[in-house]
């Protein structure tokens, strides 16, 4: 009895021991792709201040499309702009 209660106990342990190493190394895998997939570049707020700096107005909305954000602009004249600024360094794409 004493033998098949110590068997018992080992294969617990063993199973406890395989599956806390297991869900570590998922822990880790998952800390290792959230890390891959924090944004590399500039925030909204950001592009929305270098657009403003280029057209000054009041911004009507901001998307993203691959690397560029499209800022648009209401300008104090009453004309509609759209800014693209790069979302890798900030610069402006092409000049309006």
């Known amino acids: 009895m004493?033998?098949?209660k110590n068997f018992f106990l080992i294969a617990?342990?063993?199973t406890?021991?395989?599956t806390y190493s297991m869900?570590?190394?998922?822990r880790e895998e998952t800390n290792r792709q959230s890390l891959e997939k924090q944004p590399v570049?500039?925030?909204?707020?950001?592009?929305?201040?270098?657009?403003?700096?280029?057209?000054?107005?009041?911004?009507?909305?901001?998307?993203?499309s691959g690397n560029v954000y499209r800022?648009?602009?209401l300008s104090d004249q009453g004309s509609i702009h759209i800014?693209?600024?790069?979302?890798?360094?900030?610069?402006?794409?092409?000049?309006?």
């Not at 869900?23 to 998922?26: I, L």
């Not at 693209?84 to 309006?96: A, L, Q, Y």
């Open 16 to 18: 406890f021991f395989l």
């Open 41 to 64: 570049g500039i925030s909204q707020r950001q592009a929305i201040s270098i657009a403003q700096k280029h057209i000054e107005g009041r911004v009507l909305d901001i998307r993203r």
């Open 2 to 4: 004493n033998i098949l």
């Open 83 to 96: 800014v693209p600024v790069s979302v890798t360094d900030g610069k402006i794409k092409s000049d309006h």
């Open 23 to 26: 869900a570590s190394e998922r």
């Open 12 to 14: 617990l342990f063993l």
């Open 71 to 73: 800022v648009k602009i």
